[in-house]
Structures are given as C-alpha cells and as structure tokens.
C-alpha cells in the first residue's frame, strides 16, 4: 500500500469506526461484533504507526489515551459557565413565571428537562472537529480535559451532516449509570481500593486523571444540554439540541416544550416518581424559555440566567422516633450499628431500620434513645439517619455506648488504626461469621450450591456443619431429618452439593473467601497458577507476577493459607473431589479462533510465556517466525528489526500488549 493509499484506507476507517461508535454508545444499537471492530481500530492503528504524520488529533485510536503525566492547564471560557437558580416548590416556579411574564411581553414556551447529576461539561468544536473539553472551575476560568473527554465514546469527535456553524460550544453533563458505578466500585473493591461514595463523585474523579488511558477504562458517559454560538441553525434551543442529536450528539429524549405551567407541574411531578426508576441519577428539572430572543430580553444576573431555573427534587425525608439499637455482625467480623424506628412511610416504602454506620456516626450525632430523627433515602437503598430534633429530646436522656465485645460471640472487639469500624477478630469462632463464609461459598457465582439462609443456619445450630467443607460429608439421612425437611428436598440439596464438584477451579477460588479475592482476581490467579496447590506455595514476589495481584492481595493469600483452620477446610474440600486444578485441554475462550498469533520483544505486564499460553487458551496459535499466514504480530519493547520489516512488507497488523488484552476482553 503506497502512502495515498494509506490515507484513503485511514479516513474510511475513521468514519467505519465513528459510525460504529455511535451505533454502540449513543445508539446502543451494534451493527458489527467487538472482535470485528478491534479489527478495524487495530488495522487503523497500524497504518497510522506506519505513516504517523497521518494521524489526526481525533483519530479514534485517541480514543484509548495516553500515558503522560500532566498537570491539567487552565482556560478562560468563552461564554461563563453560569449556574442555576434553584427553587424546591411549585410557588418558587410560579414566581419565576411572574418575573418572565415582566420582561416578556410576546407569547413564550418553556422547555422541562432533566437536572443530570454529574460533571458540567464544555465542548468546543471547530469545522465539526472537537478541539476542546473545559470544565466548570469557578464558571470563568475551567480546566481543559480534553483528552480525557476525548475516551469517552458517546462523544463524536467528529460530526455527523454538515450544517453544524463553523465553531460553536456544546454543553453537558458527564455521568456515570448505575449499573457502570456498580461494577467500577465491584472492581475497586476486589482489588483492595476505596469505592467511590456515589456515580457522581466517581464521574469527577475519573475526569480529573492524569492518565487519559485509566479514564478510557471509566464507564463514563455524556448528555447533551445547552448550545452556544454565533451561527446556530435554529432560534430556539429545542430544535438546536434536537438537530444536534443528527450530528452525533447524546442529546437526551427527556425533553418537553410547555406554554402552560399546570402542565409543567405534572411533568415535574412525573419525574419525582420515576426518577427512581432511572438507569442513572437526576436530582431535578431544568426549566428554560425556548426562544434565544427572549432568553436575551432576559439577560442574567451575576450569577445565573434570568431565562431559566432549576426546580430540585426534596431528598425524602421523614420524622419518627428512635427506639433502639442493633448491632450487627458482618460476615468479615464488621461491625454495623443499626437504629430500630417506630415504623414509618418513606419513599413509598415503610422504614422501621436505618444504618448508623459506625462508631463516629454515633458520636456525631449524638443520637440517644427515644429522640425524633429525621430519617432521608437519599441514592442509598438503605435509608440514614440525618439529624436529631434536639428540641423534642426527653429530659435525662443520655448518650449511646458504643459495645466493646462482640454480641454473637462475646469477643473483644478491635478497631484498626484509620478504619471507621470496629471488627470482631474471632474469625472462625463467631457464628454469623461462619454462617456468612458458608453462604459466600454456596453462593450462585461461587459454588451455585441450592440452599437457602434458612438452611444454612438451621444445619449450623444443628451442628451438622461447622465449615463448607462440611457440606461434602452430609448424609442424605442427616438432612432430611432437618426441621422442614422432607424426602425431596433433601435429595435436591444434596444433589446439588454433589453437582458442585464440577465446579471450574477459578470458582472454587473465588469460593473460599479469601479477603480481596473476588471473582476477578480468582479467575486471574487460577489462570496464572492454573492449581491450588501452587498458589499456596507461591512466594510473594510470585504472587504480585500475577496480573491483578498487588501487595495487598498477595499478603492476604499467604495469611489465607497459613491459617490451619483453612488448611483444614482445604483438606476436606480437596478429599471431596473439587476442582483444584485448571481443566488445561481444551480452551475457555474463542475470542482467537482460528488466528495465528507471532510473539516479539519483551513486555511490561506478561511474560512471553503467559502471553502465548493465553493466545492458546483463547483457540489462537501462536508461531515462531512470520509468514502470510501470520494474523497479527504482538509486539513489546525491542522487537527485531528483520520481524519489523517482515510484517511491512506482508502488511501485517502489529498490536501492543494492551491492545492484545482488550481483543480478550
Ligand atoms: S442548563 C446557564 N440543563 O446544573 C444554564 N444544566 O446549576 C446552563 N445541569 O452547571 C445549564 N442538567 O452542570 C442545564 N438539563 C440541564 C442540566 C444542567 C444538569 C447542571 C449543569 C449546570 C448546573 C446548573
């Protein structure tokens, strides 16, 4: 392929790759698998690494951002980034109706949309290129992020059509779903590291990395709100936003025009209701007058549009009374305080408990028995206690001891340096400890063992188990003797116990509890060591060779095996007959099928070794030396320069360790 060529080839992968970005995350409607697409970014990677001064500042390959450290430079924007007046009641809107109706003479519409609880956004477009992503800062000056911003795929870096104005600025919110923020704070916690407080927190933290390549990694998303610019297509900011949404643009359906406040009422009230069922968060609706005229008749204040205003949902809040405390015991020994109210609506539910998370929470509140608390369901499921009404507190009331032993099991409880919580220590004496252990290990992604709470908890007070690996020495006779038992059930559950001996090894890992180790690790530690037996043996500096696996991890599997109640488990488990072994025949994926794979150079997360033996596990092959046949050449640090000029010649794509990873993801 001569250089024209390459450019040809680049910009039609450009545009397949763009289209199919948007199909994916704005549209949510894929028209090629994930293989097929790393394909072509891997074939457009290749031509831009051979011809470099063809890459463009938004070529898709951006997309998965740079490993340099910068410190974020600051900018002046354009038009202030301006906030809005909030109000929480339908007399607050009807006021601002008031003050509109003074300036504004004409009839006029309102726009409602949602109030996104995210990042604000600011993107600059040149000749329908995205040439700059700034934050909000002060609302003056913000910080540019582009290159982060330019990860996120529900943002087209280049427009679609062509009557978008020459330059203009977009803006919007970056947010996280729910489902995105679960499982980052799953990931998170697996790997040892802090969770984030809710998808928002998360959304700015994530836009603040320094590694453009880690935000890539961020579910992260964005929706499109507000246009700016001299040379809009339309005079009003519905029809801007919709025919933007034809430019590419993430540009939300909830959005409705009104001339009528009784109306606009019940789309608020609407979206109180439904917001819960939202796939991520709001915390109000936006209300803006439609037509750019009128919004500049109204002008603003120093702070924020006269044209608009936001009305913010109540965080739900109730009074009752505080009648008690629990504190109960978590299966790693935590402790967790737990307040006992008198029974009351909330949300549409009636709460009769709420958290008191630890120690402090107490403290700080200073909440004694028999105050009236203001209870509030915030973004959590389980509701808090927010404040105690200190005016109705009964005389002679006096504060809550926090417990100093354990209420299952009577040991003295520990409080590690810089933790909130307190801790039982007595890990395999304290029964909901052990109960909790036994549940983990029977659980659906672990060893899918059918058996209820109930059960676990009668067959222990029965003293039929003691640990999980009980489980494997249970008659038939033993449980169908169980309270409630009868000749069925006891037969499914003990089926069902001896089903699970085919269970893959990386789930009986993941079984066992060990603290860090959750489904992710397991299935890494497994691959690397492929059997129990060597993780046990595994020195330190073998564990952290593992991917994944870092000090934390490593240390908590050494203390996991140099426990001899878990060595004993082990044994029972290991005459049982699990698998403590990586089933090596036949591959655990296709994502390779039928591609033939040659290793070079040196790299900086896998040995060679681990790399080839991954290729075979997902149905490559891997090859010594390069031929036609070769589909893609892997490539590290120092490749020799005989392979480099081989794979030119035979156009073959040339893929980095990472990008290796991701065609395995
Ligand atoms: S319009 C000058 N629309 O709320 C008006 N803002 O307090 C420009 N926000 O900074 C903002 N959803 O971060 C607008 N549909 C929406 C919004 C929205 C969320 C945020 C945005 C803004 C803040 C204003």
Known sequence: MNRSEAQKRIRQLQEAIEHHNHRYYVMSEPEISDFEYDLLMSELDTLEKKYPDLQEENSPTRRI??????????????????????????DEIRDFDQRVRKIIEDDFEYTAELKYDGVAIGLTYEEGRLIRAVTRGDGVRGDVVTDNVRTIKSIPLKLHGSNYPAVFEIRGEIFMSHEGFRQLNE??????????ANPRNATSGTLKMQKSSLVAKRPLNCFLYHMLGEDLPYNTHLENLTEARKWGFKVPEYISKFSNLEELFSFIRYWDDERKNL????????????????????GFTAKSPRWAISYKFKAEQAITRFLSVDFQVGRTGSITPVA????????GTIV???????ADQIKLLDIRIDDRVYVEKGGEIIPKITGVDLDARPEGSSSLVYIDSCPECG?????????????????????????????????????????????????????LIGDAGDLYSLTWEEVEGLERFAEKSASNLINSIQESVEIPFERVLYALGIRYVGETVARKLARHFHSLERIKSATFEELVAAEEVGKKIAESVMLFFKDPNNRKLIEKLESAGLQFQSAHSTPQGTKLDGLTIVISGSFETHSREELKKMIEENGGKNAGSISARTDYLLGGEGIGPSKMQKV???????????????MLE
Request: proline content about 5%.
């Open 352 to 358: 009769k408990r709420a958290s008191l998370h630890n």
């Open 411 to 463: 040991t003295r409880l520990v409080r590690k340096d810089g933790e909130a919580n307190h801790y039982c220590p007595n890990e395999y004496g304290c029964p909901p400890q052990i109960k909790g252990k036994i549940e983990h290990f029977i659980s659906r992604r672990a060893m899918d063992i059918g058996a209820a709470e109930a059960t676990v908890d009668l067959m222990f007070r029965e003293g």
């Open 340 to 347: 006992n109210l008198e029974p009351i609506q909330l949300a």
């Open 187 to 196: 990931t998170r916690k697996e790997a040892g590291d802090d969770i984030f």
């Open 65 to 90: 951002g740079s490993d340099l450290n910068r410190e974020f430079t600051q900018i002046e924007h354009i038009y202030p980034m301006l906030s809005l007046s909030n109000t929480y009641s339908e």
């Open 648 to 662: 030119q010649e035979l156009g073959i794509p040339l893929i980095s360790e990472e990008e290796f990873l991701r």
């Open 279 to 298: 796939p991520f968060d709001i915390d109000g609706i936006v209300i803006k007058v439609n037509r750019y005229e009128q919004q500049e008749e109204l």
